[in-house]
C-alpha cells in the first residue's frame, strides 16, 4: 500500500515546488498516474484479501472504493482551475495541498485493518474538508455548514470511538483480517443495544441516515466544486464502507437493532426525493438526491444479505461517479451565471450543444437507466429489501418513480425550452470542462459492461 | 528590573516546584508549594494597574486558602499516624481535605472561579506560566498520593470541569479568558485517570502543556488578547494564523494531531477499568470546547480576503518578543500522535 502512499505524500512537494505556470499540470497528471497503480488492487483471484502490510489490506470491498478516490482527485484539480484563477499561487498551492492531504487521509481509510486505525484516518479527514468548505467557500453561509458539518460527524463518532476501545478490550484485537474469526461477544440485552448503536451512529450521520442528515444539504450546497465532489463521491461512501466493515462484529443483535433505521431510510428515500421535486437550487437538488440513494445503501447495508452487500458497493460507486458529475455539470453553470438557481440558466441546448450530452447521461445514469451499474445496484437493492419484507417494494418503486422525475425536471429546465435573454453571452464549453465529464462518464459506461469489479465480496 | 530580583524569583518559582516534586516530608512539600505562589505573585503583578492587582490578590486568597486547607489536612494526617511521610495518609478526613486542596490549587470545578479572572488581569506570559508551570506541583502531590486520595470527590470534580470548561468558554471573546476555560477543562480530563494510571495523568499534563505553551507563545508575538485581534493576524504574519489554527486543532483533540493522543489514551485506560458511560460524556462535552475553538480559527485562518471583514486594521509595529523553542513546540504539538505506539511504557 506504501506504493499509492508515498506517491501521493510526494504530490505536496510535487505541487509546492511546481513552477507558477505549471501547478495545474503537475498535479493533475501526477494524480492521474497515482489512480493507475490502485488498478492493480481490482484483480482480486479469490474471496481473500490481498493482505499487503501489518497496517494496510485490499479487499474487493475497499478496492472499488480505492479506485474511485483515486480517479477523482485529478478531477478534482481539473474541476478547480476556474475558481482558483485569480487567487495567489502560495492560495492555489494550498488548495490542491488540502485535496492531496485529504486523498491521503482517505486512502489510509480505505486501506486500513486495524479499525482504530480506520478511526483515526476517518476523523483525519474532516480537517481539510473543513478548510476547504469554510476557506474556499463562496457565501456566508459556508461558515455554518462548516460547523454543522464538523459537530454532526464529531457527535456521532465519539460514541464510535467508545465502542471500538470496548471491542479492543473485550476481544483483543480489532483487526479486520482477525475478527471474521472471533467468537461472537455476548452482553446482556441493554448494553448490546448500546454498544450497536454507538458503532452504527457515526456511520449514519455520515452517509447520512434521513433524520440526521441536516449537515449534507448545507455542506454541499456551499462547498467549493472540489469540495462538493469529494464530499458525495467519497466522503458518504465512508460511512457505508465502515457500517459493512463493523457489522462484521456486530452480528446477533443487529437483526432487531435495524428496524428503526430502515424504516427512516424508506421514509427518508421518499421524502429527500420529494424535496428535490421542489428545488430551486441546482447544487441543493443533487445534494438531496445524494441522501435519497445513499438511503438506499444503508438499507441494503443493514439487511446484511450477499446480494445487498454486492448492491450496496455497486451504488456507492456508481452513485459517486454519477454525483461528482452532476456537481461538475451544477458547477460549470454556476461559473457562467454566478447563481445556483436553476432557471436562470435555462435552455441551454442551444447554447452548449455537447455539454447537453453529458447532462443528458448523467441524468440517465442518476435515473438508473438499464445498463448502467445505478441500475444494477438499485436492482440489487430493491431484490434485497422486497426478500426482507414484500412491502418495501412500494417504497424503492415510488422511489426510482420520484427519482425519474426530478431528474428529468432538472435535465429538462436547464437544457431545454427558451433561452433566457440574459445569458447570450456566455463562455462556451471549456476543453477542460468537456475532459472533466468525459473522464467522470468513461468508468461509469465501462463498469456497465463489467460490473463484477463493484459488486464486492460475492461475485 | 534588578538584575537580583530577575533572577531570584524565577529561581525561586523553579525550587519551589522542584521542592515540592522531590520530597517526601510534608512540610517542606508545603513550603514548595508557598514558595511557588509567593514567587509568582511579583510575576502576575509585571504591570501595576488596578486588573493587575484584582487578578493577583484573587490568586493570593484562594491559593492561601487552599495550603491551608492542605495544612490542616497534615496536620491532621500528624496527629493520627505520627509521621510526616507523604505515602502514609490513612486518616479519611486527612485524605479529603487534601484532595479538596489540591483540586483548589489546580482551579478545577467547583474551585475554579479565580482562573478565569485571575487569567484575564494578568499579561499573556504571565498568564502562560500560571496555566502550565503552576499546575506541576500539585500534579505531582496528586500523582504520589493517587491510591490514597477520595475518589468520590476527584469523579465529582472532573466531571464537573470538564462541562463548566466547555460551557464556560462559550461565551467570551477575551483570549485569555479562553484558554482558562480549556485549561479548567484539561485538568478535569488529567484527573479524570488519576484513580485508575496516575502515569497516564502524566502524558495529559505533559501534552496540555506543550499545547498551551505553544499557543501562548504565538499570541504573545503580536499581543494578541481578543478574537478580533487575531482576525488580521493573516495579514501581518500568515504563517503564524495558520499555525495557530492547527496548535487550536490540536487543543481541541482532532485526529490525527498530537491532542488527540492524551484523550485515546484516557478513553482506554477508563475502559479498562470498566467505566464506560463516564468517557462517552466526557467526550462529547469535549466538543464544546472545540466549538469555542472553531470560533477563534474561524476569525483567524478562515475568513481570510477576500472575504469581508468588519475589523479595524491595528497599528503595525515590528514584533520584539521572543519566541523561544517555536518551531520545535508547533511540529510536537501537532505531528506527535504516530509515537502512540510508545504508550504502554505507561504501565
Same mark, same amino acid.
Given at each position: 500500500?506504501?506504493?499509492l502512499i508515498i506517491p501521493t505524500i510526494m504530490l505536496i512537494p510535487t505541487t509546492w515546488y511546481s513552477n507558477n505556470k505549471m501547478i495545474w499540470i503537475n498535479s493533475t497528471t501526477h494524480s492521474l498516474l497515482i489512480s493507475l497503480i490502485t488498478l492493480l488492487f481490482l484483480n482480486h483471484n479469490d474471496e481473500n484479501s490481498m493482505t499487503t502490510s501489518l497496517n494496510f489490506f485490499s479487499d474487493p470491498l475497499s478496492s472499488p472504493l480505492l479506485m474511485l478516490t483515486t480517479?477523482?482527485?485529478?478531477?478534482?484539480?481539473?474541476?478547480?482551475?476556474?475558481?482558483?484563477?485569480?487567487?495567489?499561487?502560495?492560495?492555489?498551492?494550498?488548495?490542491?495541498?488540502?485535496?492531496?492531504?485529504?486523498?491521503?487521509?482517505?486512502?489510509?481509510?480505505?486501506?486500513?485493518? @486495524?479499525?482504530?486505525?480506520? $478511526?483515526?484516518?476517518?476523523?483525519?479527514?474532516?480537517?481539510?474538508?473543513?478548510?476547504?468548505?469554510?476557506?474556499?467557500?463562496?457565501?456566508? @453561509?459556508?461558515?455554518?455548514?462548516?460547523?454543522?458539518?464538523?459537530? $454532526?460527524?464529531?457527535?456521532?463518532?465519539?460514541?464510535?470511538?467508545?465502542?471500538?476501545?470496548?471491542?479492543?478490550?473485550?476481544?483483543?484485537?480489532?483487526?479486520?483480517?482477525?475478527?471474521?474469526?472471533?467468537?461472537?461477544?455476548?452482553?446482556?440485552?441493554?448494553?448490546?443495544?448500546?454498544?450497536?448503536?454507538?458503532?452504527?451512529?457515526?456511520?449514519?450521520?455520515?452517509?447520512?441516515?434521513?433524520?440526521?442528515?441536516?449537515?449534507l444539504p448545507k455542506a454541499h450546497v456551499e462547498a467549493p466544486i472540489a469540495g462538493s465532489m469529494v464530499l458525495a463521491a467519497i466522503l458518504l461512501k465512508l460511512g457505508g464502507y465502515g457500517m459493512m466493515r463493523i457489522t462484521i462484529v456486530l452480528n446477533p443483535p443487529t437483526t432487531p437493532m435495524t428496524y428503526p433505521f430502515l424504516i427512516l431510510s424508506l421514509w427518508g428515500m421518499i421524502m429527500t426525493s420529494s424535496i428535490c421535486l421542489r428545488q430551486t437550487d441546482l447544487?441543493?437538488?443533487?445534494?438531496?438526491?445524494?441522501?435519497?440513494?445513499?438511503?438506499?445503501?444503508?438499507?441494503?447495508?443493514?439487511?446484511?444479505?450477499?446480494?445487498?452487500?454486492? =448492491?450496496?458497493?455497486?451504488?456507492?460507486?456508481?452513485?459517486?461517479?454519477?454525483?461528482?458529475?452532476?456537481?461538475?455539470?451544477?458547477?460549470?453553470?454556476?461559473?457562467?451565471?454566478?447563481?445556483?438557481?436553476?432557471?436562470? /440558466?435555462?435552455?441551454?441546448?442551444?447554447?452548449?450543444?455537447?455539454?447537453?450530452?453529458?447532462?443528458?447521461? &448523467?441524468?440517465?445514469?442518476?435515473?438508473?437507466?438499464?445498463?448502467?451499474?445505478?441500475?444494477?445496484?438499485?436492482?440489487?437493492?430493491?431484490?434485497?429489501?422486497?426478500?426482507?419484507?414484500?412491502?418495501?417494494?412500494?417504497?424503492?418503486? #415510488?422511489?426510482?418513480?420520484?427519482?425519474?422525475?426530478?431528474?428529468?425536471?432538472?435535465?429538462?429546465?436547464?437544457?431545454?425550452?427558451?433561452?433566457?435573454?440574459?445569458?447570450?453571452?456566455?463562455?462556451?464549453?471549456?476543453?477542460? @470542462?468537456?475532459?472533466?465529464?468525459?473522464?467522470?462518464?468513461?468508468?461509469?459506461?465501462?463498469?456497465?459492461?463489467?460490473?463484477?469489479?463493484?459488486?464486492?465480496?460475492?461475485? | 528590573?534588578?538584575?537580583?530580583?530577575?533572577?531570584?524569583?524565577?529561581?525561586?518559582?523553579?525550587?519551589?516546584?522542584?521542592?515540592?516534586?522531590?520530597?517526601?516530608?510534608?512540610?517542606?512539600?508545603?513550603?514548595?508549594?508557598?514558595?511557588?505562589?509567593?514567587?509568582?505573585?511579583?510575576?502576575?503583578?509585571?504591570?501595576?494597574?488596578?486588573?493587575?492587582?484584582? &487578578?493577583?490578590?484573587?490568586?493570593?486568597?484562594?491559593?492561601?486558602?487552599?495550603?491551608?486547607?492542605?495544612?490542616?489536612?497534615?496536620?491532621?494526617?500528624?496527629?493520627?499516624?505520627?509521621?510526616?511521610?507523604?505515602?502514609?495518609?490513612?486518616?479519611?478526613?486527612?485524605?479529603?481535605?487534601?484532595?479538596?486542596?489540591?483540586?483548589?490549587?489546580?482551579?478545577?470545578?467547583?474551585?475554579?472561579?479565580?482562573?478565569?479572572?485571575?487569567?484575564?488581569?494578568?499579561?499573556?506570559?504571565?498568564?502562560?506560566?500560571?496555566?502550565?508551570?503552576?499546575?506541576?506541583?500539585?500534579?505531582?502531590?496528586?500523582?504520589?498520593?493517587?491510591?490514597?486520595?477520595?475518589?468520590?470527590?476527584?469523579?465529582?470534580?472532573?466531571?464537573?470541569?470538564?462541562?463548566?470548561?466547555?460551557? =464556560? =468558554?462559550?461565551?467570551?471573546?477575551?483570549?485569555?479568558?479562553?484558554? /482558562?476555560?480549556?485549561?479548567?477543562?484539561?485538568?478535569?480530563?488529567?484527573?479524570?485517570?488519576?484513580?485508575?494510571?496516575?502515569?497516564?495523568?502524566?502524558?495529559?499534563?505533559?501534552?496540555?502543556?506543550?499545547?498551551?505553551?505553544?499557543?501562548?507563545?504565538? #499570541?504573545?508575538?503580536?499581543?494578541?488578547?481578543?478574537?478580533?485581534?487575531?482576525?488580521?493576524?493573516?495579514?501581518?504574519?500568515?504563517?503564524?494564523?495558520?499555525?495557530?489554527?492547527?496548535?487550536?486543532?490540536?487543543?481541541?483533540?482532532?485526529?490525527?494531531?498530537?491532542?488527540?493522543?492524551?484523550?485515546?489514551?484516557?478513553?482506554?485506560?477508563?475502559?479498562?477499568?470498566?467505566?464506560?458511560?463516564?468517557?462517552?460524556?466526557?467526550?462529547? &462535552?469535549?466538543?464544546?470546547?472545540? $466549538?469555542? $475553538?472553531?470560533?477563534?480559527?474561524?476569525?483567524?485562518? #478562515?475568513?481570510?480576503?477576500?472575504?469581508?471583514?468588519?475589523?479595524?486594521?491595528?497599528?503595525?509595529?515590528?514584533?520584539?518578543?521572543?519566541?523561544?523553542?517555536?518551531?520545535?513546540?508547533?511540529?510536537?504539538?501537532?505531528?506527535?500522535?504516530?509515537?502512540?505506539?510508545?504508550?504502554?511504557?505507561?504501565?
Amino acid at each position: 500500500m506504501l506504493k499509492l502512499i508515498i506517491p501521493t505524500i510526494m504530490l505536496i512537494p510535487t505541487t509546492w515546488y511546481s513552477n507558477n505556470k505549471m501547478i495545474w499540470i503537475n498535479s493533475t497528471t501526477h494524480s492521474l498516474l497515482i489512480s493507475l497503480i490502485t488498478l492493480l488492487f481490482l484483480n482480486h483471484n479469490d474471496e481473500n484479501s490481498m493482505t499487503t502490510s501489518l497496517n494496510f489490506f485490499s479487499d474487493p470491498l475497499s478496492s472499488p472504493l480505492l479506485m474511485l478516490t483515486t480517479w477523482l482527485l485529478p478531477l478534482m484539480i481539473m474541476a478547480s482551475q476556474h475558481h482558483l484563477s485569480k487567487e495567489t499561487h502560495t492560495r492555489k498551492k494550498l488548495y490542491i495541498t488540502m485535496l492531496i492531504l485529504l486523498q491521503l487521509f482517505l486512502i489510509m481509510t480505505f486501506a486500513a485493518t @486495524e479499525l482504530m486505525m480506520f $478511526y483515526i484516518m476517518f476523523e483525519a479527514t474532516l480537517i481539510p474538508t473543513l478548510i476547504i468548505i469554510t476557506r474556499w467557500g463562496n457565501q456566508p @453561509e459556508r461558515l455554518n455548514a462548516g460547523l454543522y458539518f464538523l459537530f $454532526y460527524t464529531l457527535f456521532g463518532s465519539m460514541p464510535l470511538l467508545i465502542a471500538l476501545t470496548y471491542i479492543h478490550n473485550s476481544t483483543g484485537s480489532l483487526n479486520l483480517l482477525l475478527l471474521p474469526h472471533w467468537t461472537q461477544m455476548s452482553l446482556p440485552p441493554w448494553s448490546n443495544t448500546l454498544l450497536w448503536t454507538a458503532c452504527m451512529t457515526a456511520f449514519m450521520v455520515k452517509m447520512p441516515l434521513y433524520g440526521l442528515h441536516l449537515w449534507l444539504p448545507k455542506a454541499h450546497v456551499e462547498a467549493p466544486i472540489a469540495g462538493s465532489m469529494v464530499l458525495a463521491a467519497i466522503l458518504l461512501k465512508l460511512g457505508g464502507y465502515g457500517m459493512m466493515r463493523i457489522t462484521i462484529v456486530l452480528n446477533p443483535p443487529t437483526t432487531p437493532m435495524t428496524y428503526p433505521f430502515l424504516i427512516l431510510s424508506l421514509w427518508g428515500m421518499i421524502m429527500t426525493s420529494s424535496i428535490c421535486l421542489r428545488q430551486t437550487d441546482l447544487k441543493s437538488l443533487i445534494a438531496y438526491s445524494s441522501v435519497s440513494h445513499m438511503a438506499l445503501v444503508i438499507m441494503a447495508i443493514l439487511i446484511q444479505t450477499p446480494w445487498g452487500f454486492a =448492491g450496496a458497493m455497486t451504488l456507492m460507486v456508481a452513485h459517486g461517479l454519477t454525483s461528482s458529475l452532476l456537481f461538475c455539470l451544477a458547477n460549470s453553470n454556476y461559473e457562467r451565471v454566478h447563481n445556483r438557481t436553476m432557471i436562470l /440558466a435555462r435552455g441551454l441546448q442551444v447554447l452548449l450543444p455537447l455539454m447537453t450530452t453529458w447532462w443528458l447521461l &448523467a441524468s440517465l445514469a442518476n435515473l438508473a437507466l438499464p445498463p448502467t451499474i445505478n441500475l444494477i445496484g438499485e436492482l440489487f437493492v430493491m431484490m434485497t429489501a422486497f426478500s426482507w419484507s414484500n412491502v418495501t417494494i412500494i417504497f424503492t418503486g #415510488l422511489n426510482m418513480l420520484i427519482t425519474a422525475s426530478y431528474t428529468l425536471f432538472m435535465l429538462i429546465t436547464t437544457q431545454r425550452g427558451t433561452l433566457t435573454h440574459h445569458i447570450n453571452s456566455i463562455k462556451p464549453t471549456f476543453t477542460r @470542462e468537456n475532459s472533466l465529464m468525459l473522464m467522470h462518464v468513461i468508468p461509469l459506461l465501462l463498469l456497465s459492461l463489467n460490473p463484477k469489479m463493484t459488486l464486492g465480496l460475492f461475485h | 528590573m534588578n538584575p537580583t530580583t530577575l533572577f531570584a524569583i524565577p529561581m525561586t518559582l523553579f525550587s519551589g516546584t522542584m521542592l515540592t516534586m522531590l520530597s517526601s516530608h510534608w512540610l517542606l512539600i508545603w513550603a514548595g508549594l508557598e514558595m511557588n505562589m509567593l514567587a509568582l505573585i511579583p510575576i502576575l503583578m509585571k504591570k501595576t494597574n488596578p486588573r493587575s492587582t484584582e &487578578a493577583t490578590t484573587k490568586y493570593f486568597l484562594t491559593q492561601t486558602t487552599a495550603s491551608m486547607l492542605l495544612m490542616m489536612a497534615i496536620l491532621i494526617n500528624m496527629t493520627s499516624s505520627g509521621q510526616w511521610t507523604i505515602t502514609n495518609m490513612d486518616n479519611p478526613s486527612a485524605t479529603s481535605l487534601a484532595t479538596l486542596a489540591l483540586i483548589m490549587k489546580l482551579g478545577l470545578s467547583p474551585f475554579h472561579f479565580w482562573i478565569p479572572e485571575v487569567t484575564q488581569g494578568i499579561p499573556l506570559t504571565s498568564g502562560m506560566i500560571l496555566l502550565t508551570w503552576q499546575k506541576l506541583a500539585p500534579i505531582s502531590i496528586m500523582f504520589q498520593l493517587a491510591p490514597l486520595l477520595n475518589p468520590y470527590i476527584i469523579l465529582t470534580s472532573t466531571a464537573l470541569s470538564i462541562l463548566v470548561g466547555g460551557w =464556560g =468558554g462559550l461565551n467570551q471573546t477575551q483570549l485569555r479568558k479562553i484558554m /482558562a476555560y480549556s485549561s479548567i477543562s484539561h485538568m478535569g480530563w488529567t484527573t479524570a485517570i488519576l484513580m485508575y494510571s496516575p502515569s497516564t495523568m502524566i502524558l495529559n499534563l505533559s501534552i496540555y502543556i506543550l499545547l498551551t505553551l505553544t499557543t501562548f507563545s504565538m #499570541l504573545t508575538i503580536y499581543a494578541n488578547h481578543t478574537i478580533s485581534s487575531l482576525a488580521l493576524l493573516w495579514n501581518k504574519n500568515p504563517l503564524i494564523a495558520l499555525a495557530i489554527s492547527l496548535t487550536l486543532l490540536s487543543l481541541g483533540g482532532l485526529p490525527p494531531l498530537t491532542g488527540f493522543l492524551p484523550k485515546w489514551i484516557i478513553i482506554q485506560e477508563m475502559m479498562k477499568n470498566n467505566s464506560i458511560i463516564t468517557p462517552l460524556f466526557m467526550t462529547i &462535552a469535549a466538543l464544546l470546547n472545540l $466549538y469555542f $475553538y472553531m470560533r477563534l480559527i474561524y476569525s483567524t485562518t #478562515l475568513t481570510m480576503l477576500p472575504t469581508t471583514n468588519n475589523i479595524k486594521t491595528k497599528w503595525r509595529f515590528e514584533s520584539t518578543k521572543q519566541t523561544l523553542l517555536l518551531p520545535t513546540l508547533l511540529i510536537l504539538s501537532t505531528f506527535l500522535l504516530p509515537l502512540a505506539p510508545i504508550t504502554p511504557i505507561l504501565n
